[in-house]
């Protein structure tokens, strides 16, 4: 395996867990910083050319997992795999944000749901789509039904 | 941060990264079987539901890493974040696979882009998708056009 180290730090102004939009409907159009290490800059070349990007970072502050867990969409259990809990065998987040603009080795990004001084493992470009025709959403799609 | 470890490991075809589809117009719907380990198939619950998922894994025969590198869909270098490269600060890969069905801890996908015996590091439900209108893909589409 590997030993992970952050490539930077999340910026933004969720300080606890309860800040953060969530369950149905949570919108997260929050603004942050992605702040890059500056050894770490001149991966960053050419990032601006994409309109979105996806972020892997650590959950830093979820301590262990659970195998079956209620997630906030929904009042049944789930297998973490088939849910975004924070608590994973591996505590890896990943957010899909909106790039705003470049400063250097700072990133204004929209779509942050991170709280503030989260380790970023990767950013990687996002590239492609699944068509809304060919997306099926599980129990998310029941449980936004359920609730209707 | 915290030790990655394998919640299963990826069967595939490829035996090597030569036979892996790379480049401009690659099609990736290999077939594959993502094998979760026995202790782990519990966080598969309602996993079925979901047509897309997205698989996080390490390139486990990638050693280091390259701040710039030139891609096999250009002739021109970018920054390894705004790149697939395997050759990466942190060397996990993102795939997402579409869900064909799954038989116990095995699920069965396509759109397998990894060598056999990758290990998983996570799998999530793939949620949502941005619109093509509002997608911008950089350097790659600038790379398409200049080959047309």
New interface residues.
């Given amino acids: 395996?590997?030993?992970?180290?952050?490539?930077g730090h999340v910026r933004s102004l969720y300080k606890t867990t309860s800040e953060i939009p969530k369950g149905l409907g949570a919108k997260h159009d929050a603004e942050g910083l992605l702040e890059?290490l500056p050894e770490?800059e001149?991966?960053?070349?050419?990032?601006?050319?994409?309109?979105?990007l996806?972020v892997?970072w650590?959950f830093?502050r979820a301590g262990g997992f659970d195998?079956?867990g209620t997630p906030p969409s929904d009042n049944r259990?789930?297998?973490?795999?088939?849910?975004?809990s924070p608590r994973?065998?591996?505590?890896?987040g990943?957010t899909?944000v909106e790039l705003l603009s470049r400063d250097g080795r700072n990133l204004r990004v929209r779509g942050v749901d991170m709280l503030d001084g989260t380790?970023i493992?990767?950013?990687?470009?996002?590239?492609?789509?699944?068509?809304?025709e060919?997306?099926?959403?599980?129990?998310?799609?029941?449980a936004e039904a359920r609730r209707k």
């Avoid at 001149?42 to 979105?52: K, N, V, Y």
């Avoid at 259990?77 to 975004?84: D, M």
């Fill in positions: 395996m590997f030993s992970p180290r952050p490539i890059i770490f001149t991966g960053l070349t050419d990032i601006e050319g994409f309109s979105h996806i892997l650590v830093d195998l079956i259990p789930h297998g973490v795999f088939a849910t975004r994973r065998p591996n505590p890896i990943l899909v380790p493992l990767d950013l990687k470009p996002y590239l492609s789509s699944i068509s809304e060919k997306l099926r959403r599980g129990w998310l799609a029941e």
